[in-house]
């Protein structure tokens, strides 16, 4: 059975199974906190990303957004499904390199690249680079000459589209840290500084929306904002982008509120309006690049938890507290953002109550779903939350003095560790004496 809407079924144990292992056997094995990925999943959605393009015969690249959870066996799937990759730091360049994706497929974000990051990334011929601001012009030129080399830009601006989702995650609105402002003429002055440039070729335009979109209007509004800014360009200086990328977004199910779209409706959205309005410059049609995140990797990961101290407050609710929380997966601290989990051992079991599952950390705000509705529940159970592949990992910290857990891949009956959980030894080993 597919257990509410999400892509994992259970066994005649009553155990929930991820990835064609029992996941108690997991919670075993590796111990909790634990991440787990069913990686038929990851594949599944690559595919269906790629796929859609294939069906529109249309020229695209669909680069990975590595932050959504990167460690090197992540940079390997996304190799072997012939993804290309987007970094934003060194670290995750350093990743992908360790993990030997092809340099070629690599594509640099972010809002204050560092000197030595444009270095690393010209040094190892990535790609591609998406350009934020104009200190960053004036560093990648510098370097450029400095080392007699060219580099293939992205201009990022921001179209000025509103997006219906929380705050904090949208970022193609008019006021944002990210891109040059089209409307204010800022994305004018910085295609003047790279149009014809020597060393730094301007492939085209980068435009990322938001994030958790679940609808395709956004996309096709930017694409005709992106558009009039290109026919100014056309008319003006002759320019015509090679590249479109549209960025990531592409929303998923958290809970039975979420109604994603199938990934293959936003590329034929997108397509249908990059398409038009090429015709419409009369112009080629530029290839097609997204960068989904999110929509790669988060309904893959599943978290599990052991069940420790319960606390029930008469008339007003009843607490459960996992060995975990918000140092594996800050989202509903940060975002409010909503998960659904069921106790992996007893997942068959029909809910007679509602609980609301505390994290272990010293916070208030360390709750990781509020009214759950449950089976009875003892400690010991496993608590495995859905949905957690993107943006858990990627965003863990050590607070409380808390190991980050392990990560353990899923593919066909078969797991395997990926990233080592964290020991109490690794939590000082950063740490120098003071006496
Ligand atoms: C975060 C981000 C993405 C990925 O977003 P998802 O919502 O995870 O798909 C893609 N591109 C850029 C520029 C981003 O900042």
Redesign the pocket.
């Known amino acids: 059975m597919i257990i509410n809407h999400h892509p994992f079924s259970t066994n005649d144990k009553g155990n929930l199974v991820i990835g064609g292992v029992d996941s108690l056997t997991l919670a075993e094995k590796y111990g909790t906190p634990l991440y787990v990925y069913d990686v038929g999943i990851i594949r599944k959605n690559a595919r269906s990303f790629i796929k859609a393009f294939e069906n529109l015969d249309v020229k695209a690249k669909v680069?990975y957004?590595s932050?959504?959870f990167s460690c090197i066996a992540m940079v390997q799937v996304a190799n072997q499904e012939g993804l290309c990759l987007?970094v934003?730091s060194q670290g995750e360049l350093f990743t992908a390199l360790e993990a030997g994706f092809p340099s070629e497929r690599i594509h640099m974000?972010g809002n204050n690249k560092s000197r030595h990051e444009l270095k690393m990334a010209i040094d190892h011929q990535i790609g591609c680079i998406?350009i934020d601001n104009f200190y960053e012009i004036q560093l990648l030129e510098e370097l450029l000459q400095q080392e007699g080399k060219t580099m293939d830009v992205l201009l990022?601006v921001t179209p000025g589209v509103e997006l219906n989702t929380h705050q904090y995650?949208m970022?193609g609105n008019e006021d944002s840290k990210?891109g040059f402002n089209i409307v204010n003429g800022q994305a004018d002055q910085a295609f003047q500084l790279l149009h014809n440039h020597k060393h730094i070729r301007l492939k085209g335009l980068?435009c990322?929306i938001?994030?958790?979109?679940f609808e395709t209007e956004g996309f096709k509004v930017a694409v005709d904002l992106l558009f009039e800014q290109i026919e100014k360009w056309l008319d003006r200086d002759g320019f015509k982008p090679q590249v479109l990328?549209l960025?990531?977004?592409?929303?998923i199910r958290y809970t039975e509120i979420d109604n994603p779209l199938e990934y293959n409706v936003y590329v034929d959205e997108i397509v249908e309006a990059v398409k038009k309005n090429s015709e419409r410059l009369n112009i080629l049609m530029p290839e097609i690049w997204?960068?989904?995140?999110?929509?790669?990797v988060?309904n893959a990961g599943v978290s599990l938890y052991t069940v420790g101290s319960s606390k029930e407050i008469p008339g007003i609710r009843n607490y459960i507290s996992v060995d975990g929380g918000m140092a594996d997966n800050i989202r509903p601290a940060l975002y409010e953002a909503k998960y659904e989990a069921v106790i992996a051992n007893k997942a068959t079991v029909k809910p007679i109550e509602k609980a609301s599952i505390a994290g272990k950390a010293c916070e208030s705000g360390d709750m990781l779903i509020w009214d759950l509705p449950l089976p009875e529940t003892e400690p010991g159970d496993i608590l495995a939350v859905f949905a957690t592949g993107?943006?858990g990992y990627a965003m863990a910290s050590n607070y409380n003095r808390l190991a980050k857990p392990a990560v353990v891949f899923v593919e066909d009956g078969t797991d395997k560790l990926v990233v080592k959980g964290e020991t109490a030894e690794d939590i000082i080993k950063n740490d120098l004496s003071y006496e």
């Open positions: 680069a957004a932050k959504a987007d934003v974000h998406v990022r995650i970022t990210f980068h990322h938001g994030s958790q979109i990328n960025g990531g977004g592409y929303g997204i960068e989904p995140g999110r929509s790669i988060g993107a943006y």
